[in-house]
T-cell receptor, first 112, second 113 residues
Framework: SQQGEEDPQALSIQEGENATMNCSYK?????LQWYRQNSGRGLVHLIL?????REKHSGRLRVTLDTSKKSSSLLITASRAADTASYFC????????????FGKGTLLTVNP | KAGVTQTPRYLIKTRGQQVTLSCSPI?????VSWYQQTPGQGLQFLFEYFSETQRNKGNFPGRFSGRQFSNSRSEMNVSTLELGDSALYLC????????????FGNGTRLTVT
């Protein structure tokens, strides 16, 4: 079953605009990660944020985490056509039975 | 460093057959995880191997099995294939367990007819 649920399911924007995707989860987490997947290929890790962190930046990416609301957001600034992909959040709860649980993803389309 | 390599890239099998998928992790990575991806269910965790031991298993029937070798390479096997097993099977490696980013291969696309 999915732990994270992304919102919206699909997002279409113009090049240069910002894209915001949200992720909500149900149980306490240790870490939250965001991944990107181009059509039919493997996932690429974008950023990891720990449960005691509130915000992280990496290039044009900004991730926030609100553990009280069990939610995270991924902001991509100044989007490019090459950013077109599906974006997934993934959570883990730590412990010996460690595994990453993925949401169903947001399909982002950036129109040139 | 070479990335995660999965073979074969595409596979077509008929119901009732069995299949073995292979994954070579990034050199030095000791953890290998397998995921099944379908349009309906999304990414579902199959199992994780670390130091040749299965550390965690997802909610899949016993027809799905795997193993890891001493060089960290991993295989997964699906026996008595069903139509619903058609999916993209993704392998991911990480340096260790517990919060390290996963590095994914490009997957094996399995079609069961």
């Amino acid at each position: 079953s999915q732990q994270g649920e992304e919102d919206p399911q699909a997002l279409s924007i113009q090049e240069g605009e910002n894209a915001t995707m949200n992720c909500s989860y149900k149980t306490s987490i240790n870490n939250l990660q965001w991944y990107r997947q181009n059509s039919g290929r493997g996932l690429v890790h974008l950023i990891l944020i720990r449960s005691n962190e509130r915000e992280k930046h990496s290039g044009r990416l900004r991730v926030t985490l609100d553990t009280s609301k069990k939610s995270s957001s991924l902001l991509i600034t100044a989007s490019r056509a090459a950013d077109t992909a599906s974006y997934f959040c993934a959570t883990d709860s730590g412990g010996s039975n460690y595994k990453l649980t993925f949401g169903k993803g947001t399909l982002l389309t950036v129109n040139p | 460093k070479a990335g995660v390599t999965q073979t074969p890239r595409y596979l077509i099998k008929t119901r009732g057959q069995q299949v073995t998928l292979s994954c070579s992790p990034i050199s030095g990575h000791r953890s290998v995880s397998w995921y099944q991806q379908t349009p309906g269910q999304g990414l579902q965790f199959l199992f994780e191997y670390f130091s040749e031991t299965q550390r965690n298993k997802g909610n899949f029937p016993g027809r799905f099995s795997g193993r890891q070798f001493s060089n960290s390479r991993s295989e997964m096997n699906v026996s008595t294939l069903e139509l619903g097993d058609s999916a993209l099977y993704l392998c991911a490696s990480s340096l260790d367990r517990g919060g390290s980013p996963l590095h994914f291969g490009n997957g094996t696309r399995l079609t069961v007819t």
